[in-house]
């Protein structure tokens, strides 16, 4: 579909469209996730089938591991990250109950 920057730039201030662009490419996303989670195991399993298989040459080996130690240290970071959010999220809300709390004396 064709359309001009103007009509796109109208349809972008819609609050309704935008809603639903969100939404579509959040169900894209969900979508290729899911695809992912799917065979990450896959993947896993084949690295460290390479990682433990000796007729591989040395190299080969040492990229899988580093593969696997990379995305381990990826995936402790997002965690950390997401604990830190939280965290910063209850620490927001008790300031803001104090407040209220000071404010009802």
């Not at 381990?72 to 997002?78: C, D, I, K, P, V």
């Not at 104090?98 to 404010?103: A, K, L």
């Amino acid at each position: 579909m064709k359309c001009s920057n103007s009509t796109l730039d109208g349809w972008l201030r819609d609050a309704n469209f935008r809603s639903e662009l969100s939404r579509g490419k959040q169900i894209i996303f969900d979508r290729i996730v899911s695809k992912m989670s799917s065979v990450a195991t896959l993947a896993v399993e084949t690295l460290e089938g390479i990682l433990l298989d000796e007729n591989q040459p040395a190299p080969v080996r040492a990229n899988a591991a580093k593969i696997i130690l990379e995305n381990l240290n990826r995936y402790r970071l997002a965690d950390l990250s997401d604990r830190m959010i939280a965290i910063e999220e209850q620490l927001q809300t008790s300031e803001n109950e104090r407040i209220i709390d000071c404010e009802q004396i």
